[in-house]
Structures are given as structure tokens and as C-alpha cells.
């Protein structure tokens, strides 16, 4: 089992970058995927982005180009790098892991069984 906990979220202006982080319990954390969801008032959790323990990488349309996942091993941390932030990426931004990846699955929100409690991250224009 593994405990995830975000941090990093803020309040930003559009076109200003935040780093968030994902800090992970455990001694696996090298074989979990690690990912990025996000949810608006009102509106269903989205997939953001995907780093599997090869290092591969998989976004949304909505962010590809402007946002960066890494992870780092030896500090069992996931990140999310996110420049030129726009008013529409407000939301509160969840940290998720699972063992196993699949690519039919791995933008549902329902497939990743550890979640992190999420930081809210607040653009304005």
C-alpha cells in the first residue's frame, strides 16, 4: 500500500508556472505509475498526466506542451511541472498511483487504486 500526499498548489496569475509534488510512502514506489488528475467545481475528475516506472510519459491534449511530469526514485516523489498557466486549469489537482498500467485504462480516474488527499491550484487572468 502506499500513501501519497500533494503539495505545491497556489494562487497564479495566467502565464505563471507552479511546480506541485507528490511525496510517496513505501519502499515500491519505482513500480507504481504515478498520475495527474484534476477536478472543477461542478465538473467531473480529468486525467492530466501519466509517468509510468519506465520513465514513459502520457498527457492531456489540454496540457500537453505546457505540463511536465517527472518522477524521482530515490526521493519517492512525483512531480507536476506546469507552465503557462491558464484561468481554466483552476482546479484541485490529485496525485494518484497503481502497480500495473494499462493503456486502455490509465486516463480513467476509476483505474488507479491510491489517491492523495489533492491541492488546490488557482489561476487568475
Known amino acids: 500500500q502506499v500513501q501519497l500526499v500533494e503539495s505545491g498548489g497556489g494562487l497564479v496569475q495566467a502565464g505563471d508556472s507552479l511546480r506541485l509534488s507528490c511525496a510517496a510512502s513505501?519502499?515500491?514506489?519505482?513500480?507504481?505509475?504515478m498520475a495527474w488528475f484534476r477536478q472543477a467545481p461542478g465538473k467531473e475528475r480529468e486525467f492530466v498526466s501519466t509517468?509510468?516506472?519506465?520513465?514513459?510519459?502520457y498527457y492531456a491534449d489540454s496540457v500537453k506542451g505546457r505540463f511536465t511530469i517527472s518522477r524521482d526514485d530515490a526521493k519517492n516523489t512525483a512531480y507536476l511541472q506546469m507552465n503557462s498557466l491558464k484561468p481554466e486549469d483552476t482546479a484541485f489537482y490529485y496525485c494518484?498511483?497503481?502497480?500495473?498500467?494499462?493503456?486502455?485504462?490509465?486516463?480513467?480516474?476509476?483505474?488507479?487504486?491510491?489517491w492523495g488527499q489533492g491541492t488546490q491550484v488557482t489561476v487568475s487572468s
Open positions: 509517468i509510468t516506472w519506465s520513465g514513459s510519459t
Open positions: 513505501g519502499r515500491t514506489f519505482s513500480s507504481y505509475v
Open positions: 494518484a498511483a497503481d502497480s500495473n498500467f494499462r493503456r486502455s485504462a490509465y486516463r480513467q480516474a476509476a483505474y488507479y487504486d491510491y
